[in-house]
């Protein structure tokens, strides 16, 4: 009888699922919180779609929370998540989307710069084929001091990794559920959500939104997450890359500096043949090219030792992603 009953509820709450989630991370948005409720309220009620709104408090210490659980009780489609502090934007991303039942995932930020009116275009974007879309901030209303050090950092990564998006950092997005379902998400891994699903296989896809002047609140970005996110870009070419092979890029560093110290000897070894003193005419050359062979054998051996990592931790569904699957099992 119990098992019946939990099918019961289960089938219900597959019926009664929305089709859009709209996750929303704030931190100390006091000022805005509930304006943004009533847009993105308004909002979905024009398009007709069943949807859900979820905040996410990243410990902020004004009167936030207040307003959130004022929300909370005066709307039935409003779920509302409080981090014991303040973890980072990634980490309340994943809690929302922990919680999130919509077929369609959006994500914006609680500042009131993303105009919830653009949901729209995203859904519109997403039905067109894409798995993924990512807002592009083309006239941005903020200082120079945030806006050239992200164009930089956009350039950098689109120019590496060829996906042809010109704001990757953009808040404002939608996701197929499969998307994020799909992928490992940690540290401050949300900015490059495009290129990890670019790698796994997905769509993904950009169109240009309104972005609105801040009128409440600071902003939260510094000069620290600029490298901070180069740092993380790095990471992520490693994961997205190397990680299946490590020894392909270790071993190619490796064998570059091994190649390097080695032609330093011989050309010391002709020199010493020539009857040139090695030690008290060449000694930083011969120290180099020591250091060069070390750093060679170290760097060859970490991708050896990756390799034996990779395959006593193989699983294989991190090998692919599944787009759909057919069978009478």
Not at 246 to 273: C, D, N, T
Not at 300 to 329: C, I, N, Q
Request: proline share 3%; net charge neutral.
């Amino acid at each position: 009888m119990t098992s019946v009953r939990t099918f019961d509820q289960a089938l219900l709450d597959e019926l009664d699922a929305p089709g859009v989630s709209v996750v929303i991370p704030v931190t100390d948005e006091e000022g805005s919180v509930a304006e943004l409720h009533g847009e993105i309220t308004a909002v979905l009620s024009e398009l007709e779609v069943r949807g859900e709104v979820i905040f996410v408090d990243d410990g902020s210490r004004d009167g936030t929370n207040r307003i959130l659980e004022e929300i909370y009780r005066a709307d039935d489609c409003v779920t509302v998540v409080a981090l014991r502090r303040n973890f980072g934007k990634t980490a309340a991303l994943l809690a929302g989307f922990e919680v999130a039942r919509g077929d369609v995932i959006v994500t914006m930020d609680g500042d009131l710069q993303d105009d919830p009116a653009e949901v729209s275009k995203f859904l519109h974007a997403l039905d067109s084929g894409y798995d993924l879309v990512s807002g592009w901030k083309r006239d941005r209303h903020d200082p120079w001091s945030k806006t050239l050090p992200s164009k930089v950092f956009n350039l950098v990564v689109s120019k590496t990794t060829r996906i042809p998006l010109h704001d990757f950092n953009c808040g404002f997005k939608a996701y197929r559920r499969e998307v994020l379902t799909d992928l490992k998400l940690y540290g401050e891994l949300h900015r490059f959500i495009p290129v990890l699903a670019y790698w796994r296989g997905y769509r993904v896809g950009e169109i240009e939104v309104r972005h609105r002047a801040r009128r409440f609140g600071r902003s939260k970005f510094g000069t620290g997450r600029f490298f901070k996110g180069l740092l993380d870009f790095l990471k992520v070419l490693f994961l997205t890359r190397y990680m299946q092979r490590p020894l392909q890029l270790f071993g190619f560093l490796g064998l570059g500096l091994l190649s390097l110290g080695g032609a330093g000897f011989l050309y010391l070894l002709l020199l010493k043949i020539l009857g040139h003193s090695i030690f008290r005419e060449h000694g930083p050359l011969l120290f180099l090219s020591g250091i060069l062979i070390v750093s060679g054998i170290q760097l060859f051996m970490l991708g050896l030792l990756g390799e034996m990592l990779r395959h006593f931790a193989f699983r294989p569904h991190d090998e692919y992603s599944v787009k759909k699957r057919l069978t009478h099992r």
